[in-house]
């Protein structure tokens, strides 16, 4: 008895033309960030690794919470920029802590200190990626307008670098 494997593409058969109808095959994005950095003079194998970390799971707190969509580009884009500049791996952006912070928001109350620097981000995420302009009022409110104190700066650091490590060990190699 014997069995024959076929494989596409290398059999002898002719290839399949392509349909004029169908739509044009979805492009890659993994490509084109690889080739974009590729471009910017980033070494290949560098560029792959960054490429893993732009394109993993957004790391959300644990509880099933999901975030907007729109949050969810941002942070690819923030991830983006933060490869360009050489931060991505050692240190998550403003735009994935605001996701961790708004799901673990949604598990349990925050403290003062953890609500304060998830309204300071918060606020600034909505400033640089919305184009939202908060009144005078509602930044005083929110305590955007004090910033963090320096204890507030290492939780905030802590956080981000936790967040870069989990989302390495779920990136793409």
Same mark, same amino acid.
């Given at each position: 008895?014997? @069995?024959?494997? #076929?494989?596409?593409?290398?059999? !002898? ?6 349909? +004029?109808?169908?739509?044009? +095959?979805?492009?890659?994005?993994? =490509? ?10 980033? +070494?290949?194998?560098?560029?792959? &690794? /960054? ?20 949050? &969810? $580009? ?6 983006? #920029?933060?490869?360009? #500049?050489? &931060? =991505? ?5 403003? +735009?994935?802590?605001?996701? @961790? ?16 620097? @998830?309204?300071? /981000? #918060?606020? $600034? @995420? ?6 939202? &302009?908060?009144?005078?009022?509602? $930044?005083? !409110? ?18 981000? $670098? ?12």
């Amino acid at each position: 008895m014997s @069995y024959q494997l #076929a494989l596409p593409g290398l059999d !002898d058969s002719a290839p399949e033309p392509p349909d +004029p109808g169908a739509a044009p +095959p979805a492009p890659d994005p993994a =490509l084109d960030l690889l080739a974009d950095l590729i471009a910017r003079g980033v +070494p290949a194998r560098q560029a792959r &690794t /960054l490429v893993g970390h732009i394109l993993a799971p957004v790391v959300l707190h644990q509880g099933g919470w999901s975030v907007p969509d729109s949050l &969810t $580009r941002h942070i690819v884009s923030s991830r983006h #920029a933060a490869a360009l #500049a050489g &931060t =991505l791996v050692e240190a998550a952006t403003d +735009p994935e802590a605001v996701a @961790y912070l708004m799901t673990a928001s949604l598990c349990f109350p925050l403290d003062w200190e953890w609500a304060h620097i @998830y309204c300071v /981000l #918060a606020v $600034r @995420y909505m400033e640089q990626h919305v184009g939202a &302009t908060l009144d005078e009022a509602l $930044r005083l !409110d929110l305590g955007a307008d004090r910033g963090l104190n320096g204890q507030q700066e290492d939780l905030l650091r802590q956080l981000r $670098r936790d967040i870069a490590r989990s989302r390495g060990k779920h990136a793409k190699k």
